[in-house]
């Protein structure tokens, strides 16, 4: 099955090119560090712990060591320079990390009495931990190309008896190999389902190269972190844009169907609704009509009694302009003041939903004026007609 489209992002940094030395090379030594000395402290202690133990200077010397803050000892490993030829250290060039092939192993998390056993061409190193917080003792022993495997397991005893019982044994089978990290902060190695797991802030102390070579190596390493981080910035950010881009293009087809079927319907859209409006005006003919007699009966009243005598009505017409509810009257009075009181009259009736009243003419103790009317649509009622039919 193909990995997912999305797995490189999640894999963390690509592993770090590293140089694998043969065991068969370095001398190790565990050598005492202050519990609470600092990262400097504790690499000037462990550099003349380790000019006190070797036979050359350290000059002459391919070193490095590995130690994590707090713990009282250090697992120191040197070679002597001239037992690597000019191809050996030729092919170095462009390596992250340098070190012997035990060294990948100090990362992993064991318990006490623990001894891990490596196989190479050259022979088994095995690996032994007293305490989880560095190894105690590494002893190689070599191995003719044409050993049996018999010999190749009495090897093994001899090594495992030189460590006193160890309570537990991890034998790999294969070497262990720099993987693909979580982060930028370790580096790790893998081999079967062992695995390993170096801080970063080692790297300077186990490589084993020129320690003033190693400043311009690691600043190289920084610069290619940054450079991933920006091409993982850049790819995710032309993921969006491609997503944005096929967004944009589903949305524009989605789009052109809703106008395609809005062209098809609206023919039909067209037609229902002007048969709707059809039949909003034959119903309106048939129910919504000129009530003329009625609002007229609102004015004067059932028997009159809301006009007063003196007030006469000259003309009495719909006014159209205004809808089917209002009628405009014309009268004359003997006596103005009456109509300013009918006009309060018919704006107590229920019926009427306005009333203005406006004097045209006004002389002496006659006037003429004009009454607009708006009833309200629900409180006009036809009254009762005959019904003929024919036969």
Same mark, same amino acid.
């Given at each position: 099955?193909?990995?997912?489209?999305?797995?490189?992002?999640?894999?963390?940094?690509?592993?770090?090119?590293?140089?694998?030395?043969?065991?068969?090379?370095?001398?190790?030594?565990?050598?005492? /560090?202050?519990?609470?000395?600092? =990262?400097?402290?504790?690499?000037?202690?462990?550099?003349?712990?380790?000019?006190?133990?070797?036979?050359?200077?350290?000059?002459?010397?391919?070193?490095?060591?590995?130690?994590?803050?707090?713990?009282?000892?250090?697992? /120191?490993? @040197?070679?002597?320079?001239?037992?690597?030829?000019?191809?050996?250290?030729?092919?170095?060039?462009?390596?992250?990390?340098?070190?012997?092939?035990?060294?990948?192993?100090?990362?992993?998390?064991?318990?006490? @009495?623990?001894?891990?056993?490596?196989?190479?061409?050259?022979?088994?190193?095995? /690996?032994?931990?007293?305490?989880?917080?560095? =190894?105690?003792? *590494?002893?190689?022993?070599?191995?003719?190309?044409?050993?049996?495997?018999?010999?190749?397991?009495?090897?093994?005893?001899?090594?495992?008896?030189?460590?006193?019982?160890?309570?537990? *044994?991890?034998?790999?089978?294969?070497?262990?190999?720099?993987?693909?990290?979580?982060?930028?902060?370790?580096? *790790?190695?893998?081999?079967?389902?062992?695995?390993?797991? &170096? =801080?970063?802030?080692?790297?300077?102390?186990?490589?084993?190269?020129?320690?003033?070579?190693?400043?311009?190596?690691?600043?190289?390493?920084?610069?290619?972190?940054?450079?991933?981080?920006?091409?993982?910035?850049?790819?995710?950010?032309?993921?969006?844009?491609?997503?944005?881009?096929?967004?944009?293009?589903?949305?524009?087809?989605?789009?052109?169907?809703?106008?395609?079927?809005?062209?098809?319907?609206?023919?039909?859209?067209?037609?229902?609704?002007?048969?709707?409006?059809?039949?909003?005006?034959?119903?309106? &003919?048939?129910?919504?009509?000129?009530?003329?007699?009625?609002?007229?009966?609102?004015?004067?009243?059932?028997?009159?009694?809301?006009?007063?005598?003196?007030?006469?009505?000259?003309?009495?017409?719909?006014?159209?302009?205004?809808?089917?509810?209002?009628?405009?009257?014309?009268?004359?009075?003997?006596?103005?003041?009456?109509?300013?009181?009918?006009?309060?009259?018919?704006?107590?009736?229920?019926?009427?939903?306005?009333?203005?009243?406006?004097?045209?003419?006004?002389?002496?103790?006659?006037?003429?004026?004009?009454?607009?009317?708006?009833?309200?649509?629900?409180?006009?009622?036809?009254?009762? @007609?005959? *019904?003929?039919?024919? =036969?």
């Amino acid at each position: 099955m193909s990995a997912l489209p999305l797995s490189f992002l999640r894999a963390g940094p690509p592993p770090p090119k590293v140089a694998l030395l043969p065991d068969a090379l370095f001398f190790t030594r565990s050598v005492a /560090v202050t519990a609470d000395a600092k =990262p400097a402290e504790a690499a000037t202690q462990v550099e003349l712990a380790l000019e006190a133990v070797s036979p050359f200077p350290l000059a002459q010397l391919y070193y490095g060591w590995f130690w994590t803050p707090g713990a009282e000892r250090a697992f /120191v490993f @040197a070679a002597y320079r001239r037992r690597f030829t000019g191809e050996q250290t030729a092919a170095w060039d462009g390596a992250e990390l340098v070190l012997p092939a035990f060294v990948a192993a100090l990362g992993a998390k064991v318990e006490p @009495a623990t001894t891990v056993v490596l196989q190479s061409p050259e022979g088994l190193t095995a /690996v032994h931990w007293e305490t989880p917080a560095a =190894p105690s003792k *590494v002893i190689f022993r070599a191995i003719e190309p044409e050993a049996t495997a018999e010999d190749r397991t009495a090897v093994r005893d001899e090594l495992l008896r030189a460590f006193d019982g160890s309570k537990r *044994v991890i034998e790999l089978t294969a070497s262990l190999a720099p993987q693909p990290a979580r982060s930028d902060r370790e580096i *790790v190695f893998r081999s079967g389902d062992f695995e390993s797991r &170096l =801080p970063v802030s080692v790297a300077a102390a186990i490589d084993v190269r020129d320690k003033g070579d190693l400043a311009a190596l690691r600043n190289a390493r920084r610069r290619d972190v940054v450079l991933w981080r920006v091409a993982l910035g850049c790819a995710a950010a032309l993921m969006v844009l491609c997503v944005g881009e096929l967004a944009l293009f589903g949305g524009a087809q989605w789009q052109k169907v809703r106008s395609n079927q809005f062209k098809t319907q609206k023919p039909l859209v067209d037609k229902i609704e002007n048969t709707f409006q059809l039949a909003n005006r034959i119903e309106e &003919l048939a129910t919504k009509r000129l009530l003329p007699l009625e609002m007229v009966t609102q004015l004067v009243g059932e028997k009159n009694e809301r006009i007063p005598p003196e007030i006469q009505f000259t003309r009495v017409q719909a006014d159209t302009s205004r809808g089917l509810y209002t009628v405009f009257v014309e009268g004359k009075t003997s006596n103005p003041t009456q109509v300013n009181a009918y006009e309060n009259t018919l704006k107590a009736v229920p019926a009427c939903q306005s009333v203005e009243a406006k004097f045209s003419q006004l002389s002496g103790d006659k006037a003429t004026f004009t009454l607009t009317v708006t009833f309200k649509p629900e409180a006009l009622k036809p009254t009762g @007609a005959a *019904v003929v039919s024919t =036969p």
